[in-house]
């Protein structure tokens, strides 16, 4: 009947979602922590567009850009801000095709998983640098995210995951709020400062 059909495929979906949620969490986490804030990889494949991305955000988006959090304007306002839909397909494009022969839904889920994670993800991201009372910025979990997020900014080797944050639970990344960071955050300012001034290496991570 049709209502078992349409059954199986929502459990279809949901099995699809909890095995794409882990993976697309360890995905972002695997970028921002090795690609973006490290330039060994870039270095091992003499790669100029790895090269450009560890530069634009551990130098430009960390050190040079983001000395408030909350309030830089001109080009410190679109770097590192948004995901753009061509580079999602790009990353997406192996565990997509690697599934597609075994399973076309669950390809699929993952497709659109990525797609919607990165829009959330922009939004969001953006809405943290450059508030501009987005309908969800009240929201409890989002005001969670925002200062998950700065303290990943004060403490670049924590807090890699962004939106689900499962893998710095598990690796142990997860930041430990200090005394001076809650001051921060209770004085409002949200003021961030370089941990490190090395721009080499794992210079987010110092």
């Known amino acids: 009947m049709a209502w078992r059909l349409m ?3 929502a459990e279809h979906v949901f099995l699809s979602l909890l095995i794409a949620y882990p993976i697309l969490s360890l995905i ?6 090795h690609l973006m804030h490290r330039r060994t990889i870039a270095e091992t494949f003499n790669s100029r567009y790895l090269f450009e991305t560890f530069q634009e955000h551990a130098v430009l988006h960390h050190h040079s850009c983001y000395a408030v959090f909350d309030r830089e304007p001109d080009m410190c306002a679109a770097t590192n801000i948004k995901i753009w839909p061509g580079t999602t397909l ?3 494009a192996a565990p997509c095709l690697t599934i597609l022969p075994v399973d076309v839904l669950t390809a699929l889920v993952f497709l659109c998983g990525a797609l919607i994670n990165s829009r959330m993800w922009s939004a969001i991201h953006s809405e943290m640098h450059r508030p501009g009372n987005a309908w ?3 929201v409890g979990v989002y ?3 925002r200062q998950w997020h700065f ?3 004060r403490h670049p080797g924590t807090n890699f995951n962004t939106l689900f944050l499962m893998w710095d639970w598990l ?3 997860a930041a430990v709020m200090t005394e001076e960071d809650r001051k921060e955050i209770e004085s409002g300012m949200w003021r961030i400062r370089p941990v490190s001034e090395k721009l080499g290496g ?3 991570e110092q």
Do not use: N
């Open 7 to 9: 059954a199986k495929i």
């Open 28 to 33: 972002e986490y695997l970028i921002h922590r």
């Open 90 to 92: 790009m990353v997406i």
């Open 136 to 138: 969800f910025s009240a």
């Open 143 to 145: 005001v969670y995210l």
């Open 151 to 153: 303290l990943h900014h």
């Open 171 to 173: 690796l142990g990344t």
């Open 202 to 204: 794992t210079f987010a």
